[in-house]
């Protein structure tokens, strides 16, 4: 559009009737925030350390732009790409409302909630979530230092959205989690240290071998782990020659030398169940996706900005070709 067109265009503007005026400006504020998300995403590498998806070659130049978002060529495999190639978020539409999306996470909203609010489909809504959460699952301490407080929640198997489901529905779910048969469990891990800092692990069965195995870098030889006198833990402990601060279930020990005790994975564990509790239940196949979710607001203490979570669901991490082939 030339200059003298515009402010034609310009001019029409205050005659315009409300709902061609509203029409008008949500197309604006759409093309803004594309815009924006578009220049958000691109902005977190730095150009000079811009390199191919797919050879990790850096001999790469710029190749024109195509929905906002910069595009670059290969010189050695002569591939095109963007920013968002080989992320989660790669050919997802509707960049404009991936930040009100954001927000609805931290909002901690359902699918049909997110979706209502942010005017998409509910099965956009569900890719969304769970394409947004692919990295956080990644994003974990790598280590845990000083005390370590360990404890473990039970969930039931749950196939919640299965269209082939291989039994009667439960109404009513169980009574308790002892009412849970052992085959149907899900165990969580949670390891926290006194710095906040939380580990999470899911396994399908709760023994000292397969502790170990998930465990073996988190915890170092100073860790003092402290946990219930459960068998699992007094075996694991002993096997990694790890000092055990044991509470008695029996005695109903809460705190020991007042520095073991579990308090604060307990406070953790007790807020990620009431949490949960707005989804009506989650599909084990997507648990870890939910722990994970929880986890990084805890991390930022439920102040984390949509911006933010946007970056982390598209970490550069995607370099690394065989997290996307
Ligand atoms: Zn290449």
New binding site residues.
């Given amino acids: 559009m030339n200059t003298q067109n515009i402010v034609r265009f310009i001019g029409a503007i205050n005659s315009l009737n409300t709902r061609n005026y509203t029409l008008l400006k949500s197309a604006i504020e759409k093309r803004d925030s594309e815009k924006f998300v578009s220049r958000l995403l691109n902005s977190d590498v730095v150009e000079e350390d811009r390199?191919?998806?797919?050879?990790?070659?850096k001999?790469?130049h710029k190749w024109g732009v195509r929905n906002d978002l910069q595009r670059y060529k290969?010189?050695?495999?002569?591939?095109t790409?963007n920013t968002l190639t080989g992320t989660p978020l790669s050919n997802l539409h509707k960049k404009g409302r991936w930040l009100s999306y954001a927000e609805c996470m931290i909002n901690g909203l359902s699918v049909r909630k997110a979706a209502a609010e942010c005017g998409v489909h509910r099965n956009t809504s569900f890719r969304w979530r769970h394409r947004f959460l692919k990295n956080v699952n990644d994003i974990k301490p790598e280590k845990l230092y000083g005390i370590a407080e360990v404890n473990e929640q039970i969930f039931a198997w749950s196939e919640k959205g299965s269209n082939k489901l291989n039994r009667k529905p439960r109404k009513r779910g169980y009574k308790s989690i002892k009412h849970i048969p052992y085959d149907k469990r899900v165990f969580t891990l949670f390891c926290r240290d006194r710095g906040k800092n939380t580990y999470d692990s899911l396994f399908f069965r709760f023994s000292a071998n397969n502790i170990t195995a998930d465990l073996s870098k988190l915890l170092t030889k100073d860790t003092l782990f402290c946990s219930q006198n459960k068998a699992v833990y007094l075996k694991y402990t002993k096997d990694n020659g790890l000092r055990h601060g044991s509470l008695s279930i029996a005695k109903q020990e809460k705190v020991k030398r007042d520095i073991v005790h579990i308090e604060n994975v307990l406070k953790y564990q007790r807020n990620l169940i009431i949490w949960m509790k707005r989804f009506r239940g989650v599909a084990t196949k997507y648990l870890h996706n939910y722990l994970s979710w929880y986890r990084e607001l805890d991390e930022f203490e439920f102040n984390i900005s949509p911006e933010i979570v946007l970056i982390r669901a598209k970490r550069s991490e995607r370099y690394n070709t065989n997290h996307f082939r």
């Fill in positions: 390199c191919c998806p797919y050879c990790e070659s001999s790469i290969c010189k050695i495999c002569k591939r790409f």
